[in-house]
């Protein structure tokens, strides 16, 4: 079992910046590819980004959006078994809770169904 634990939220202007942590226990996902998920009121919950465990490569929204590409980061520490999502120049559009998501096969992990490990979210709230 993987327990993820969201932190990081919180109220921000928009064309501000936060930065939200992944901190996960149980097992370690050294080998596990690790995302962010976001779902805005009345919406389905969407992939936002995901970084593998072999190559460090990302995976952005493009392959379903293009919403937050260039906009936001995501990296790994995996001594700290923790993964970051960088924001910045915020949108109120991208209001939403923020899920962290952990799957072994990144492809898994992409199409966010039950295969994956989800942490409780974390709110993220953009003014305008």
């Known amino acids: 079992q993987v327990q993820l634990v969201e932190t990081g939220g919180g109220l921000v202007q928009a064309g501000g910046s936060l930065r939200l942590s992944c901190a996960a226990s149980?097992?370690?996902?050294?080998?596990?590819?690790m995302g962010w998920f976001r779902q805005s009121s009345g919406k389905e919950r969407e992939f936002v980004a995901a970084?593998?465990?072999?190559?460090?490569?990302?995976?952005?929204?493009?392959y379903y959006s293009d919403s937050v590409k260039g906009r936001f980061t995501t990296s790994r520490d995996n001594a700290k078994n923790t993964v970051y999502l960088q924001m910045s120049s915020l949108k109120p559009e991208d209001t939403a809770v923020y899920y962290c998501?952990?799957?072994?096969?990144?492809?898994?992990?992409?199409?966010?169904?039950?295969?994956?490990?989800w942490g409780q979210g974390t709110r993220v709230t953009v003014s305008s």
């Open positions: 998501a952990a799957n072994p096969d990144p492809v898994g992990l992409r199409i966010g169904g039950s295969g994956n490990y």
């Open positions: 970084i593998s465990w072999s190559a460090g490569s990302v995976y952005y929204a493009d």
């Open positions: 149980g097992r370690t996902t050294s080998r596990y590819a």
